[in-house]
Nanobody
Framework: QVQLVQSGGGLVQPGESLTLSCAASTMFSNTDGMGWYRQITGKERDMVATLTTQGTANYLDSVKGRFTISKDGAKNMIYLQMNNLKPEDTAVYYC??????????????WGQGTLVTASP
């Protein structure tokens, strides 16, 4: 069982930056995937950034060059650095971790969500 606790959301003006943090209750393994989704009010939840089990980062096209996903295995932390925020980035952001035993079935765990608002 994995618990994910998020922090770092808030209100910023367009062009400013925020870093979201996601603290996991257990250490990561080499088979774990992880990332961030967001949900705009009235819309479906969309993938924002992921780290594959190979360490490759994938991003939503609209955030490429502005957002960076990273992890700190020693601290069991996942981060989303968001630069040059735009009003259309306003959403509730969720982190996830997929725990996958070697050659086994993965289980996805979600953070509680945190609101990011970029408004003039």
């Amino acid at each position: 069982q994995v618990q994910l606790v998020q922090s770092g959301g808030g209100l910023v003006q367009p062009g400013e930056s925020l870093t979201l943090s996601c603290a996991a209750s257990t250490m990561f393994s080499n088979t774990d995937g992880m990332g961030w989704y967001r949900q705009i009010t009235g819309k479906e939840r969309d993938m924002v950034a992921t780290l594959t089990t190979q360490g490759t980062a994938n991003y939503l096209d609209s955030v490429k060059g502005r957002f960076t996903i990273s992890k700190d295995g020693a601290k069991n932390m996942i981060y989303l650095q968001m630069n040059n925020l735009k009003p259309e980035d306003t959403a509730v952001y969720y982190c996830y971790v997929e725990v996958v035993p070697h050659s086994g079935r993965g289980t996805v765990y979600w953070g509680q969500g945190t609101l990011v608002t970029a408004s003039p």
